[in-house]
């Protein structure tokens, strides 16, 4: 009797998420030890100094589980954010509690929202309930939210917007935001994801905080992982109606995020300069690399975010293994549908200048 076969059958068609290649495995490849990896969104630029100084004192207290309902980053957040404490869900980074969701509003037959382009680890929660997905096809890359519309049917439960979007750092603005929440039945969760929401400038792009009176269906979920350079601890919540919060707060692992975790967080926030340091760096970047690609020519999908997809056509992979090759880690992204494709994350001014010279090599 084959052990595989008492799975759920939903999970055995799914797809373990691909993470980007580590720099140790590169490293170890090359026989190298200066490898950049610019593939996963991470801040070039680190964490804040507050955290490490704060880790030191936490790390003489690992044999205490954590406080299970992270009281103190709640009190912070909830005054920086001015929402109350027990509309904020704290998870193992932001992906915890999209998983979350997924298990409280989905089940079998039911159905879910996204876009085409939309970030993986939505088809992946799910799947991984038994629940339907349904792909509403991009328009210039990013969200059709009229398309997203007409896939509502009285099975959908949940729709899953990225804003920016990841892997195309394409962003909705508030007009677009307002007229889709007010389409809406107010019985469907609308997951507003602001991974990138820190980096974003321009004018017209909501802060779906804004909306969380007016429409008790929504959710938002930022994360630690990005501009707070906490990817490796794994922090990141959700803001919604108390009600919301209640039922995430019911499935919730009682200890989900560790006390480094919750302390490398709180320590972060008090460091809004480190926060307005890296946004101005990586529009910097953004900047240049953009510059960069017209100047040669290759087609990128114009992003608010910290990294940027550029069209390499046939030679996508070509490119990619040849940047390997001179110690550069981008991100390749044909499981998004977008195989000629490489997924750039914005690096220091050094590695950003470096990658632009292996890539001109590349292209020769
Ligand atoms: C990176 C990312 C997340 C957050 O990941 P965590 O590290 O789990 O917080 C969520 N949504 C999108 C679109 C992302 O790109």
Same mark, same amino acid.
């Given at each position: 009797?084959?052990?595989?076969?008492q799975?759920?059958?939903?999970?055995?068609?799914?797809?373990? %998420?691909?993470?980007?290649?580590?720099?140790?495995?590169?490293?170890?490849?090359?026989?190298?030890?200066?490898?950049?990896?610019?593939? +996963?969104?991470?801040?070039?630029?680190?964490?804040?100094?507050?955290?490490?100084?704060?880790?030191?004192?936490?790390? !003489?207290?690992?044999?205490?589980?954590? !406080?299970?309902?992270a009281?103190?980053?709640?009190?912070?957040?909830?005054?920086?954010?001015?929402?109350?404490?027990?509309?904020?869900?704290?998870?193992?980074?932001?992906?915890?509690?999209?998983?979350?969701?997924? $298990?409280?509003?989905?089940?079998?037959?039911?159905?879910?929202?996204?876009?085409?382009?939309?970030?993986?680890v939505?088809?992946?929660?799910?799947?991984?309930?038994?629940?339907?997905?349904?792909?509403?096809?991009?328009?210039?890359?990013?969200?059709?939210?009229?398309? @997203?519309?007409?896939?509502?049917?009285?099975?959908?439960?949940?729709?899953?917007?990225?804003?920016?979007?990841?892997?195309?750092?394409?962003?909705?603005?508030?007009?677009?935001?307002?007229?889709?929440?007010?389409?809406?039945?107010?019985?469907?969760?609308?997951?507003?994801?602001?991974?990138?929401?820190?980096?974003?400038?321009?004018?017209?792009?909501?802060?779906?905080?804004?909306?969380?009176?007016?429409?008790?269906n929504?959710?938002?979920? $930022?994360?630690?992982?990005?501009i %707070?350079?906490?990817?490796?601890l794994r922090?990141? %919540?959700a803001?919604?109606?108390?009600?919301?919060?209640?039922? @995430?707060?019911?499935?919730?692992?009682?200890?989900?995020?560790?006390?480094?975790?919750?302390?490398?967080?709180?320590?972060?926030?008090?460091?809004?300069?480190?926060?307005?340091?890296?946004? *101005?760096?990586?529009?910097?970047?953004?900047?240049?690399?953009?510059?960069?690609?017209?100047?040669?020519?290759?087609?990128?999908i114009?992003?608010?975010a910290?990294?940027? +997809?550029?069209?390499? /056509?046939?030679?996508?992979?070509? @490119? %990619?293994?040849?940047?390997?090759?001179?110690g550069?880690?981008?991100?390749?992204?044909?499981?998004y549908?977008?195989?000629?494709?490489?997924?750039?994350? @914005?690096?220091t001014?050094? *590695?950003?200048? /470096?990658?632009?010279?292996?890539?001109?090599?590349?292209? $020769?």
């Open positions: 009797m084959n052990v595989q076969e799975a759920n059958s939903s999970i055995l068609s799914l797809q373990p %998420y691909q993470p980007g290649k580590p720099v140790e495995e590169l490293e170890r490849e090359l026989g190298i030890s200066n490898a950049v990896k610019l593939a +996963s969104n991470e801040n070039p630029w680190g964490c804040s100094p507050n955290v490490s100084k704060a880790l030191k004192t936490a790390i !003489d207290d690992v044999s205490s589980y954590p !406080d299970a309902n009281f103190y980053l709640k009190q912070i957040l909830s005054q920086n954010l001015k929402v109350n404490q027990n509309q904020i869900t704290i998870g193992n980074g932001s992906n915890d509690v999209l998983d979350l969701l997924a $298990r409280i509003f989905l089940t079998s037959g039911d159905e879910a929202i996204y876009s085409q382009y939309a970030f993986l939505y088809p992946l929660i799910i799947q991984a309930v038994d629940a339907q997905a349904k792909v509403a096809p991009a328009k210039d890359f990013g969200h059709d939210l009229d398309a @997203m519309l007409s896939l509502i049917t009285e099975k959908t439960k949940i729709i899953f917007i990225a804003n920016p979007n990841n892997p195309t750092g394409t962003w909705l603005n508030k007009q677009e935001i307002e007229s889709f929440l007010c389409k809406v039945p107010s019985h469907i969760i609308v997951v507003l994801d602001e991974a990138y929401f820190e980096y974003v400038d321009e004018v017209d792009y909501p802060n779906g905080l804004d909306y969380l009176s007016k429409y008790t929504v959710v938002v979920t $930022r994360t630690f992982s990005k %707070y350079g906490l990817a490796a922090v990141g %919540y803001i919604a109606s108390e009600s919301i919060t209640d039922l @995430m707060n019911r499935v919730r692992q009682p200890f989900n995020v560790n006390n480094l975790a919750l302390t490398a967080a709180q320590a972060s926030l008090d460091d809004e300069q480190f926060v307005t340091q890296c946004k *101005q760096s990586n529009k910097q970047a953004l900047v240049e690399f953009s510059n960069f690609c017209n100047q040669h020519e290759l087609f990128y114009e992003s608010v910290n990294f940027i +997809s550029v069209n390499f /056509g046939d030679n996508t992979n070509d @490119m %990619y293994q040849k940047l390997l090759s001179k550069y880690i981008v991100r390749p992204i044909a499981n549908q977008l195989k000629d494709y490489l997924r750039i994350t @914005m690096g001014e050094t *590695q950003m200048k /470096g990658l632009q010279k292996a890539i001109l090599e590349s292209l $020769r």
